[in-house]
């Protein structure tokens, strides 16, 4: 109840956006769970790649209240939540495509770190007037040094590719638009539309199509 009050101010891309990610998270968490309890030779070579976005510890903060501080303080369009979005399935789907590396998990130790330097990135990009990496730092509940850090890894991770043109942002929108009437509905998403959890991305196929990036929404 707390959280739906945090975001009751907050544009809808914000709360559409915070279900899709808590469904990733969930379910890559609970991958990882029953790997570590089943103990097997596999569970080793699956284990999360060392990151930058992975914290030490799983913070206390559910991602609908992080996602809800960010959109009260951060002052950005909602647009810059869109491309937030895009840019993150972007590192992720490089991620998979990395020769001998294995794809970064969005799951309770990374999504935070993963979300405030996406945002910080989108708003650099989208907007013509933002805060600076020391508020957004503060904002993240990170040190600025770490944010200084995340936001280079974050750029070197999406190979700097920045532009989302007019279609593709069209193409998140749909996404985005179509989960917002399953919550509304309170139906669950369609079986086509969960990912690989095994691949720990939020996309199922690495391809630019609409269909794929339908994919997308958890």
Do not use: W
Not at 70 to 92: H, K, M, N, Q, T
Not at 122 to 129: H, I, L, Q, W
């Amino acid at each position: 109840m707390a959280d739906e009050e945090d975001l009751a101010d907050a544009p809808r891309v914000v709360g559409v956006l915070s279900a899709i990610l808590e469904r990733v998270v969930e379910r890559n968490d609970a991958v990882a769970d029953e790997l570590c309890t089943a103990g097997t030779a596999s569970a080793a070579s699956l284990a999360p790649p060392p990151s930058a976005f992975r914290a030490t510890a799983r913070p206390d903060i559910s991602v609908r209240s992080y996602m809800a501080r960010i959109a009260r303080f951060a002052g950005c369009s909602p647009a810059c939540y869109v491309v937030a979005y895009v840019y993150l399935d972007r590192l992720l789907r490089r991620g998979r495509r990395g020769r001998g590396r294995r794809a970064l998990a969005v799951d309770s130790y990374s999504v935070h770190r993963l979300l405030i330097t996406a945002v910080l990135a989108a708003v650099k990009f989208m907007d013509d007037v933002c805060y600076n990496n020391a508020y957004f730092a503060r904002v993240g509940g990170i040190s600025l040094a770490e944010m200084n850090y995340l936001e280079v890894d974050f750029l070197f991770a999406v190979g700097f590719d920045l532009n989302v043109s007019p279609e593709t942002f069209g193409h998140y929108c749909a996404v985005l638009r179509a989960e917002m009437l399953y919550l509304e509905l309170e139906g669950p998403p369609p079986a086509a539309a969960g990912p690989r959890l095994h691949s720990c991305c939020l996309s199922e196929d690495d391809g630019s199509s609409s269909s794929s990036q339908q994919q997308l929404a958890a």
